[in-house]
């Protein structure tokens, strides 16, 4: 199983970004989805994860401004960030889990995903 992520750059504060993570091994449609980032000297961070059809959930800090959406057909998993923040700045890591049944906080937690991708960064400038 292969992650790929893509789509990370610089932005300036108030922007958006668009992250892709492509997968080959598995299909995104099977078990869990989710995205985390990691800022220098900070612990891995929960963003958001995706599950069966629709269900979706969001960290505190990104809710209300980033979405997560899934193209079976593509095989892709996108992380749409708008209103973005010098705070958001960061690598974005997409990651699969094998399993959707499990509370929220469980897919929260990085030890509960099997497959990472190699990550992408995100610069938001003030």
């Known amino acids: 199983v292969q992650l790929q992520a893509s789509g990370g750059g610089l932005v300036q504060a108030g922007g958006s970004l668009r992250l892709s993570c492509t997968a080959s091994g598995r299909t995104v449609s099977d078990g869990t989805m989710g995205w985390f980032r990691q800022a220098p000297g900070k612990d891995r961070e929960f963003v958001a994860f995706?599950?069966?059809?629709?269900?979706?959930y969001y960290g505190d800090s990104v809710k209300g401004r980033f979405t997560i959406s899934r193209d079976n057909a593509k095989n892709t998993v996108s992380l749409q960030m708008n209103s973005l923040k010098p705070e958001d700045t960061a690598v974005y890591y997409c990651?699969?889990?094998?399993?959707?049944?499990?509370?929220?906080?469980?897919?929260?937690?990085?030890?509960?995903?099997?497959?990472w991708g190699q990550g992408t960064q995100v610069t938001v400038s003030s």
């Open positions: 990651a699969a889990a094998g399993r959707s049944s499990g509370s929220t906080s469980y897919f929260g937690r990085p030890a509960t995903y099997d497959y």
């Open positions: 995706i599950r069966w059809a629709t269900n979706t």
